[in-house]
């Protein structure tokens, strides 16, 4: 399995660096590439976090491999709920006050294709929205 890198703005608004728009207090996935660039930047809390092995077993019965899928669906769902808790919430007037480039990034964030929307009212308008849920 392969290692997860984490980055978090934690000064300033937003931070724009190789392609990675980044908003004070949302923690994104970024590649290793980006992890290594900013892991010793003041502005951000970065992490890796290292996957564990799998263990190999030769005998594996077919309720094994079910026990495995089921806790790795279980390990699944606790990362995208962890995800979803560790963005930060955003009023109405934070969000007018951000560029466009800042909310496309929290749209990316939250799940959606910032290229669908048409200006800054119907990027809150989803953000809020998303947020609410």
């Known amino acids: 399995m392969a290692d997860t890198y984490t980055a978090q703005l934690i000064k300033g608004k937003t931070y724009d660096v190789m392609d990675h728009v980044f908003v004070l207090g949302a923690e994104r996935n970024v590649k290793k590439s980006v ?3 900013l892991k010793d930047n003041d502005q951000f809390d970065c992490k890796l976090i290292k996957e564990k092995e799998e263990t190999e077993t030769g005998g594996e019965s077919k309720d094994d491999g079910a026990k495995n899928d089921q806790s790795k669906n279980e390990g699944e769902t606790v990362k995208a709920s962890t995800a979803s808790a560790t963005l930060k919430t955003y009023t109405e007037s934070e969000l007018r006050s951000m560029t466009k480039a800042g909310q496309e990034a929290i749209i990316s964030d939250l799940g959606g294709d910032p290229a ?4 800054a009212d119907e990027r809150i308008d989803f953000i809020l929205q998303k947020q609410g849920e």
Not at 116 to 119: E, G, I, V
Request: hydrophobic letters at 30%; charged letters at 15%.
């Open 35 to 37: 992890y290594l660039y």
């Open 116 to 119: 669908t929307f048409k200006n």
